[in-house]
């Protein structure tokens, strides 16, 4: 079967750095994405690995290590604004189409 | 670049109506089109894949006769949730992809609220 775990809430003052961990299992593995989605809105795209490693844009970097099928989001210098649900989705790629596979979401809470 | 658009962004109806909900890419053509669902505080669920011009890929457990995409253009999916129910009540969102990026991108959502 199909899943991919996150912790479901994750606190964290201004400024500081705070890590969200991804472990998967799933049929097919493409690449690993991350969503940031504030209640009620879209998802919005963030950072995108398909090979092991750091991938870093800005404040928030994410990781991949395949071999383990995890991966993590970090985010740094928190800001009030980044209080969000984030998601690790698979891309799976199955009859030649790209196939995104969510996870169960991290609610981040931001405090001043 | 790369906006997708939802119509209605909410929609209440009655028990055993029809509701017809647009996804649009605005400024990009999208070769393929997802529909997702996303009951509160939980994860997007995916239902089905659709693709400009053929029949929609439906999940396990979707029920194509219950939820009718049409993918009539590169440019709009639409999603007809037939004889909505109170337990369809969700929010569903759709997102577009042009196949060359390896990124999909998110139209705003639409809430239905079945009474």
């Known amino acids: 079967g199909q899943s991919l775990e996150q912790p479901s809430e994750v606190t964290a003052v201004e400024g500081a750095i705070v890590q969200i961990n991804c472990t998967y299992q799933?049929?097919?593995?493409?690449?690993l994405s991350w969503y940031q989605q504030h209640d009620g809105g879209a998802p919005t795209f963030l950072s995108y690995?398909?090979?092991?490693g750091l991938e870093e844009t800005g404040r928030f970097s994410s990781f991949l290590s395949r071999s383990d099928s995890y991966g993590y989001l970090l985010l740094q210098e928190l800001q009030m604004k980044d209080s969000a649900s984030y998601f690790c989705?698979?891309?799976?790629?199955?009859?030649?189409?790209?196939?995104?596979?969510f996870g169960t979401g991290t609610r981040l809470l931001v405090s001043p | 670049g790369a906006v997708v658009s939802q119509h209605p962004s909410r929609v209440i109806c009655k028990s055993g109506t029809s509701v017809k909900i647009e996804c649009r890419s605005l400024d990009f053509q999208a070769t393929t089109m997802f529909w997702y669902r996303q009951f509160p505080k939980q994860s997007l669920m995916l239902m089905a894949t659709?693709?400009?011009?053929?029949?929609?890929?439906?999940e396990q457990g979707v029920e194509k006769d219950k939820f009718l995409i049409n993918h009539a253009s590169l440019t709009l999916s639409t999603l007809t949730v037939t004889s909505a129910h109170p337990e369809d009540s969700s929010f569903y969102i759709c997102s577009a992809s042009t196949g060359f990026v390896n990124e999909q991108f998110f139209g705003p959502g639409t809430r239905l609220t079945v009474l």
């Open positions: 690995n398909a090979l092991d």
């Open positions: 659709s693709n400009e011009g053929s029949k929609a890929t439906y």
């Open positions: 799933t049929s097919g593995f493409y690449g």
């Open positions: 989705a698979v891309r799976e790629r199955p009859m030649g189409f790209q196939k995104l596979v």
